[in-house]
């Protein structure tokens, strides 16, 4: 089955700095790759995601880049806010034996320090 | 759309106990899948569903956890009986599935239900 390994496990930025979470995944297959972000005490919602079939995504200050020959897949946040600060999980899903299945990183803590 | 409704919220309940966490996935969704959430294993897929037909359960811990879907409008994960490492937020979220393309969509999750096995 699929395997995601995510790093870092723990960011500490200063504010207006930017933060990349790395992510690789095993299944060549894999053809989805969204990214959530979980508040504390919250739920985890979609921030981005990235289709294989395309190298990068941006929306505002947040991007996406994936790397299909490598299989890995990034997340780039620039200008970094305190409300920024939150819990980070990348997925990978698709392919025949994982239709509609994601499998999670272990997730990144990101801080943005004031 | 009200999303992905769970509950309770809360659950505390006493060693040995049935516990029955419930979830309302969102309307038109095909798939829907339970995790389970700690700090020490993150978040962990348990069991889901497609058109209320489980899938895959290889996430269950044992025999103590079961679930089910009886139609498309709710599903039940009962722990019985609840043990003090159980205690974690457990999570249901909703997806459409694939999409014509064969690319997967975005999970949407309910608010968890938090639980408490003392």
């Known amino acids: 089955g699929e395997n995601v390994e995510q790093h870092p496990s723990t960011l500490s930025v200063q504010e207006g700095d930017s933060a990349v979470i790395k992510c690789t995944y095993s299944d060549s297959a894999s053809n989805y790759f969204p990214w959530y972000k979980q508040e504390l005490g919250k739920r985890p919602q979609l921030i981005i995601d990235i289709r294989s079939n395309v190298g990068e995504k941006k929306d505002q200050r947040i991007a996406v880049t994936l790397n299909k020959t490598a299989k890995h897949f990034s997340l780039h946040i620039t200008e970094t806010q305190p409300e920024d600060s939150a819990v980070y999980f990348c997925?990978?899903?698709?392919?025949?034996?994982?239709?509609?299945?994601?499998?999670f990183g272990d997730g990144t803590t990101l801080t943005v320090k004031p | 759309d009200a999303g992905v409704i769970q509950s309770p919220r809360h659950e505390v309940t006493e060693m040995g106990q049935e516990v029955t966490l419930r979830c309302k996935p969102i309307s038109g969704h095909d798939y829907l899948f339970w995790y389970r959430q700690t700090m020490m294993r993150g978040l962990e897929l348990l069991i889901y569903?497609?058109?209320?037909?489980?899938?895959?359960d290889s996430g269950m811990p044992e025999d103590r956890f079961s679930a089910k879907m009886p139609n498309a409008s709710f599903s039940t994960l009962k722990i019985q009986p609840s043990e003090p490492r159980d205690s974690a937020v457990y999570f249901c979220a909703s997806s459409p599935g694939p999409t014509t393309s064969s690319y997967n969509s975005p999970l949407h999750f309910g608010n968890g239900t938090r639980l408490t096995v003392t």
């Open positions: 997925a990978a899903s698709g392919g025949v034996s994982n239709a509609g299945k994601s499998t």
């Open positions: 569903f497609n058109n209320n037909v489980p899938i895959d």
